[in-house]
């Protein structure tokens, strides 16, 4: 049946392609079988020429949709403003303004995409990781003192691979991973998850082997001495230091509170 098309309506074929201003000389030659004139190259060549333009203009287009580094103008104007937005953090963090923390946090994080660093790799600067690191630190120790555990358990998560860096990629120095992790064994604990519980501790032991021990991290060792106790039965030291005053910082306190606000808490 194409055949008998190609060979009964070349004629028409040829207007409609001509028509449309495809240009394809390709295809002039594929229904034809015959030598292109002057005159049908010469109307080939502009409509061929516009449609040339117009896959440049896509790869163009193609090209600025992907991955590209801010520029150092951009660079440094959204780290001085994500540095502006962290101290005003810490300041709603020790005045206990979680509202406005909240939506500092929003506008940090914005920041950060703007930064293109909410996911650290190795073209990020390590200032910038650190601001990076800093920010989703805040956010988790915001979501434990607004007590919701699902917005918490994100940012731990989104941490790991900022903790996960070499020393020379991203120092610990300023870090907050022990009690971000202290923290989250302390989550786990209340929410009755002992696997997970001593999944992250065996995970924990075996980076810091060779190095510091755990023993002398204080706020991984809370959550470690209240589950030794919970399994001994030993209800009134848990009880005692649940208490404010024991707890490692104030984060840790909030956990005194755990059956009305924590929901799948023991």
Request: aromatic share 10%; net charge neutral.
């Amino acid at each position: 049946m194409f055949c008998r098309l190609r060979a009964n309506h070349t004629w028409y074929c040829l207007k409609v392609i001509k028509f449309y201003q495809f240009g394809c000389v390709s295809v002039i030659r594929l229904l034809t079988k015959r030598p292109v004139s002057q005159s049908e190259l010469r109307t080939d060549i502009q409509p061929w020429s516009s449609a040339e333009s117009a896959i440049q203009q896509s790869n163009h287009y193609q090209e600025d949709v992907s991955y590209h580094p801010p520029s150092v103008q951009h660079s440094t104007m959204s780290e001085k403003e994500l540095s502006s937005l962290l101290k005003q953090l810490h300041t709603t963090l020790s005045t206990h303004d979680y509202t406005k923390s909240t939506a500092l946090l929003s506008k940090a994080k914005l920041a950060l995409l703007q930064l293109n660093a909410l996911v650290p790799s190795p073209q990020i600067p390590q200032h910038t990781l650190a601001l990076a690191r800093e920010t989703l630190e805040l956010g988790a120790l915001v979501s434990i003192r607004l007590q919701d555990p699902p917005s918490f358990t994100r940012y731990f998560q989104q941490l790991q691979p900022f903790y996960d860096l070499p020393e020379h990629s991203l120092s610990r120095e300023g870090s907050q991973k022990s009690k971000i992790t202290g923290l989250y064994l302390l989550l786990l604990l209340s929410q009755g998850d002992y696997a997970g519980f001593h999944t992250l501790l065996e995970s924990l032991e075996v980076v810091e082997a060779g190095g510091k021990g755990l023993e002398e991290d204080k706020f991984v060792q809370y959550p470690v001495k209240l589950e030794q106790w919970l399994m001994e039965g030993s209800y009134d030291r848990v009880w005692g230091a649940t208490k404010n005053e024991r707890a490692p910082s104030e984060e840790y306190g909030v956990f005194s509170e755990v059956r009305p606000y924590w929901k799948g808490a023991v």
